[in-house]
C-alpha cells in the first residue's frame, strides 16, 4: 500500500494514477478538500483510498500508516511529521513523487518477469 501525502493536489493524483497503473493500492490523504477526478472515479473505494490528515502531527500519521499497513510514502505534499517519524526510527520508504513511483514501478516489473 503507498501512502501519498497531498495526494488531492494536482501531482499527488497524477502520482497516484501511476502507481494505480503499476499495480499498487493507494492512500491518498487530504486536508482540506476533496474531489474525484474523472481518471481516477473508477478506482475510488477500490483501489483509492481517500483519508484526513493533518501531516504536522506524527501520532496521526503513524497511526494511519499502520491502520493501512502501508509499506511507501510519497510525499507531494507536507511531510514533516513523517520526517519527523524518521529520524526517530521509522522504517517505512519515503521518496519524493519521481524516485518512488520510478522505483516501484520497477520493482513492481521485475516481479512480474
Given at each position: 500500500m503507498v501512502l501519498i501525502t497531498g495526494g488531492m493536489g494536482f501531482?499527488?493524483?497524477h502520482t497516484a494514477r501511476k502507481f494505480l497503473d503499476a499495480g499498487e493500492n493507494v492512500i491518498i490523504t487530504r486536508f482540506r478538500t476533496s474531489r474525484e477526478p474523472s481518471f481516477l472515479k473508477d478506482e475510488f473505494g477500490?483501489?483509492?483510498i481517500v483519508e484526513s490528515l493533518d501531516t504536522t502531527s506524527p501520532f496521526d500519521c503513524l497511526s494511519l500508516v499502520r491502520k493501512h499497513n502501508v509499506d511507501s510514502i510519497v510525499s507531494s505534499g507536507d511531510a514533516g511529521a513523517f520526517r519527523a517519524l524518521a529520524r526517530r526510527g521509522f522504517s517505512g520508504q519515503h521518496a519524493g513523487p519521481r524516485q518512488s513511483a520510478r522505483g516501484r514501478a520497477s520493482r513492481?516489473?521485475?516481479?512480474?518477469h
Open positions: 501531482i499527488g493524483l477500490k483501489r483509492v513492481s516489473r521485475a516481479a512480474s
